[in-house]
Structure formats: structure tokens, C-alpha cells
């Protein structure tokens, strides 16, 4: 039997990764069978086993496939990066990417995080399994990590009174970026129109920057 290369064994995992990918997109990853990703495949199930051990890991690789290919990831750590930003232009920015790329993916990258988060919910031990597997940070710590901080110390800077503690504003923006990715993806993905209007992510993103400068004490200056 001709020895299997590295390269031929990874693109045989690409591919059921993919496959895994399209399933997803099509139902809930909770509903999601080791059986569909076989047919979505074409494989066996004997090989598919040869490169996973199960539905599990798929998804790990899957979620880790994600994490890369995300858009803001690289551009939210740029912005990070770079000097001389007032605390407004931070703020502006920040939202803008976030609400640009959400829009951008409603229909797939969105849809399957969302999903990933419900199974968090409802399976907490397998979904930190699959979390454990996929390693690497997902949007929200990333902009705990590299923006936050930058916010707070540009705002200090700038002289400016926040209207509570650091803390409590985290707390506010980690909830306001998770009701707005709800409401964006529920609309977007399963018809869900409570509020009679469409919604858009830029949009919500745009009005969830002048809140946040407001309660640093800043100024609202739309031309950012």
C-alpha cells in the first residue's frame, strides 16, 4: 500500500472540515450527526474515522478554520497597533469593522457561531470539549484584550470623567455586542422580525459607539 504523505492526509481533514462547514450551514450544529457529515463527504465511515475521532473534533477543526478566516481578527489587531489615536477614532473604528464584517457573514460565519453559542448553553461539558480543541480567541476577548485597555488609557489621556467603572462598561459593551449579534443573526438566518424593521449591524454597531463615549465622558463627533 503506497505510504500516505502529510500533505494528502491534511487535505482529506480540509475536506471533511468542509464538509462539516457545509452541514452546518444548512441546520443547527446541534442537530448535526457524525451520518451528515459522511454524506456530505461521500466517504465511509471507516474513513472518516481514519482522520477523526469523532463529530467533536471535527467541529474543533471546523471552529478553528473559522477563528482564521475571520475577517476582523487581523484587522482589530492593526488597530490595536497603531499610535497617536484619540479615544473617539478608537471607538468609531472598532465598531465600524465589527459591524461591517457581522454583516458580511450573517448567513454563514455568524449563523454557526451563534449556533455554537446555544450549544454552549444546553451542552456546556461537550462545547468546552469542542472550545478546548479549537484553541485560539474569539472577537470578544480579542477586543478585551488588545482594545479595551487602549480605550481606557486614551480616554484618561484625553482627560475625560467615565460615567462608571471600567468594569461595569466591559460588562455593557460584552452584552450590547452579544444582543446585537443575536438580533442580527436570529433576523437574518431564521426570519425572526420582532421589531418590524430590518436590522442592520453597521448600523446598531455605529449606535453602540456613541454609547460608549458618552459614558467614557466623551464627545460624539460623527465625521470620525
Same mark, same amino acid.
Given at each position: =500500500?503506497?505510504?500516505?504523505? !502529510?500533505?494528502?492526509?491534511?487535505?482529506?481533514?480540509?475536506?471533511?472540515?468542509?464538509?462539516?462547514? !457545509?452541514?452546518?450551514?444548512?441546520?443547527?450544529?446541534?442537530?448535526?450527526?457524525?451520518?451528515?457529515?459522511?454524506?456530505?463527504?461521500?466517504?465511509?465511515?471507516?474513513?472518516?474515522?481514519?482522520?477523526?475521532?469523532? #463529530?467533536?473534533?471535527?467541529?474543533?477543526? =471546523?471552529?478553528?478554520?473559522?477563528?482564521?478566516?475571520?475577517?476582523?481578527?487581523?484587522?482589530?489587531?492593526? #488597530?490595536?497597533?497603531?499610535?497617536?489615536?484619540?479615544?473617539?477614532?478608537?471607538? +468609531?473604528?472598532?465598531?465600524?469593522?465589527?459591524?461591517?464584517?457581522?454583516?458580511?457573514?450573517?448567513?454563514?460565519?455568524?449563523?454557526?457561531?451563534?449556533?455554537?453559542?446555544?450549544?454552549?448553553?444546553?451542552?456546556?461539558?461537550?462545547?468546552?470539549?469542542?472550545?478546548?480543541?479549537?484553541? @485560539? !480567541? @474569539?472577537?470578544?476577548?480579542?477586543? @478585551?484584550? +488588545?482594545?479595551?485597555?487602549? =480605550?481606557?488609557?486614551?480616554? =484618561?489621556?484625553?482627560? +475625560?470623567?467615565?460615567?462608571?467603572?471600567?468594569?461595569?462598561?466591559?460588562?455593557?459593551?460584552?452584552?450590547?455586542?452579544? @444582543?446585537?449579534?443575536?438580533?442580527?443573526?436570529? !433576523?437574518?438566518? +431564521?426570519?425572526?422580525?420582532?421589531?418590524?424593521?430590518?436590522?442592520?449591524?453597521?448600523?446598531?454597531?455605529?449606535?453602540?459607539?456613541?454609547?460608549?463615549?458618552?459614558?467614557?465622558?466623551?464627545?460624539?463627533?460623527?465625521?470620525?
Amino acid at each position: =500500500m503506497p505510504k500516505v504523505t !502529510q500533505e494528502y492526509f491534511d487535505k482529506k481533514k480540509e475536506m471533511i472540515v468542509e464538509a462539516a462547514y !457545509q452541514v452546518c450551514l444548512k441546520k443547527p450544529v446541534e442537530m448535526v450527526t457524525i451520518s451528515d457529515v459522511i454524506a456530505e463527504t461521500g466517504m465511509s465511515m471507516g474513513a472518516i474515522y481514519r482522520y477523526y475521532d469523532g #463529530l467533536d473534533e471535527i467541529l474543533a477543526d =471546523m471552529l478553528k478554520k473559522l477563528r482564521q478566516e475571520y475577517d476582523y481578527y487581523d484587522r482589530i489587531e492593526e #488597530l490595536s497597533n497603531e499610535k497617536d489615536l484619540t479615544f473617539e477614532e478608537i471607538t +468609531y473604528r472598532v465598531c465600524d469593522i465589527v459591524g461591517e464584517v457581522m454583516e458580511k457573514h450573517l448567513m454563514d460565519i455568524q449563523k454557526i457561531n451563534f449556533d455554537f453559542a446555544s450549544l454552549a448553553v444546553n451542552s456546556p461539558e461537550r462545547m468546552a470539549k469542542i472550545m478546548e480543541g479549537a484553541a @485560539g !480567541q @474569539g472577537i470578544t476577548e480579542k477586543i @478585551g484584550i +488588545y482594545i479595551f485597555p487602549k =480605550m481606557v488609557e486614551a480616554a =484618561m489621556k484625553q482627560g +475625560y470623567k467615565m460615567n462608571g467603572t471600567p468594569e461595569e462598561i466591559g460588562v455593557f459593551i460584552s452584552a450590547a455586542f452579544s @444582543g446585537i449579534e443575536k438580533l442580527c443573526i436570529l !433576523q437574518a438566518n +431564521y426570519g425572526s422580525d420582532s421589531y418590524g424593521a430590518k436590522i442592520e449591524p453597521k448600523v446598531l454597531f455605529r449606535t453602540l459607539a456613541r454609547s460608549v463615549i458618552l459614558l467614557f465622558g466623551g464627545k460624539i463627533d460623527e465625521k470620525k
